[in-house]
């Protein structure tokens, strides 16, 4: 039930999937607040058309929202993660956090509505928000941001309505983004991303599954991320939170073994390397358990990075791909660890 209505949510509306335990139906109406049964096709697109290229001309004027140093220190705090913001300039990223705007909100308070036009980008900065979509006139609950993230792009990035409602369970606040500053230095910047990172992408086997539409909302929410010799990636009993695509070079996978003796018991073993166009820290997303292994670079290594909320949204489509591995796994963990905890719920 949870992989088709994954694929489905997915598909259809793009936001990010909870675990089955916290999908429910929403307790309070949203009838006057999202189009209900009405799927995001369905509705018209009402935002301006802005072609990248054709922009050569920066003729807006700058959006500049005063801020004190305590605001400033806590929107790079809020910001630093971002992976939209990852590829700009240091010109480019000023001209975004002079342009941010705050926003404190309230329990139960409507950030955005599913079918609205998207007028604003938004960071969060702390407090817990519901993301809710309307189907066969029922809203249900299919995730959750937790005190980090960002969300709104979407209606930005393709000129299409709010995908999903997004609301506030406890107090909070955001730092957000206007429509024409996001197009005229995020589309832009995404664009040029395109254009590098598009064969690529095509040549990932993972993706190849996809539609080419599917491969490029891919690399518009990708970072790019450089790692040196012997640098770790991710480690052992860490929270997962990216999922990963070597760029270049080799990526070497280890895991802790307790089948040598105590004074070896935290030696590391290799299990697996991952090269150019392979993946990895795909399964701890799936399952939602901690890395059961850490990932080192071998020489210089470039990955292409997606966070959580962007591989549950983005990704529905290549799960079971991705599930196949988790016995492969589970037999070389077994093997390696000793354990028979580490079984398909606790992966890479």
């Not at 694929?7 to 139906?25: F, G, K, M």
């Not at 929403?26 to 018209?44: A, E, H, M, N």
């Not at 941010?100 to 139960?108: I, T």
Request: charged content about 30%; proline content about 3%.
């Amino acid at each position: 039930m949870l992989l088709q209505l994954l694929t489905d949510v997915t598909e259809e509306y793009q936001v990010p999937i909870c675990s089955e335990s916290n999908l429910r139906e929403y307790p309070w109406p949203l009838v006057s607040d999202c189009r209900l049964g009405r799927k995001v096709g369905d509705i018209s697109v009402c935002a301006e058309a802005f072609d990248p290229d054709e922009e050569e001309e920066d003729t807006e004027q700058r959006v500049v929202h005063p801020k004190t140093d305590e605001q400033r220190c806590r929107l790079q705090e809020a910001c630093k993660d971002i992976l939209l913001f990852r590829n700009l300039d240091q010109e480019q990223l000023s001209q975004v956090l002079d342009a941010m705007f705050e926003r404190k909100v309230k329990p139960q308070e409507h950030v955005i509505d599913q079918g609205d036009d998207g007028d604003n980008f938004y960071v969060i900065e702390w407090g817990l928000y519901d993301i809710v979509v309307a189907k066969d006139n029922q809203a249900r609950c299919v995730g959750r941001y937790d005190n980090h993230g960002s969300f709104g792009e979407l209606a930005l990035l393709y000129n299409t309505p709010r995908a999903a409602t997004i609301v506030a369970t406890t107090e909070g606040a955001l730092w957000g983004l206007d429509r024409v500053t996001f197009k005229r230095i995020i589309l832009k910047n995404n664009a040029k991303k395109r254009k590098t990172y598009e064969l690529f992408i095509e040549s990932v086997p993972l993706l190849k599954s996809l539609e080419a539409s599917e491969r490029m909302k891919i690399v518009d929410v990708i970072g790019e991320k450089v790692y040196q010799d012997g640098e770790r990636i991710i480690a052992q009993g860490d929270k997962a939170d990216s999922f990963y695509i070597v760029e270049s070079g080799e990526v070497k996978i280890m895991i802790k073994s307790k089948t040598m003796t105590s004074k070896e018991a935290n030696q590391e073993v290799e299990i697996a390397r991952c090269r150019r166009g392979q993946y990895f820290g795909e399964l701890a997303l799936v399952t939602n358990k901690p890395r059961a292994a850490s990932a080192y670079a071998v020489g210089e290594v470039k990955c292409l990075v997606m966070d959580v909320q962007a591989f549950e949204r983005l990704l529905g489509p290549c799960m079971n791909i991705m599930k196949r591995n988790i016995t492969h796994y589970e037999e070389q963990l077994v093997a390696i660890s000793g354990d028979a905890r580490f079984g398909p719920e606790a992966m890479l």
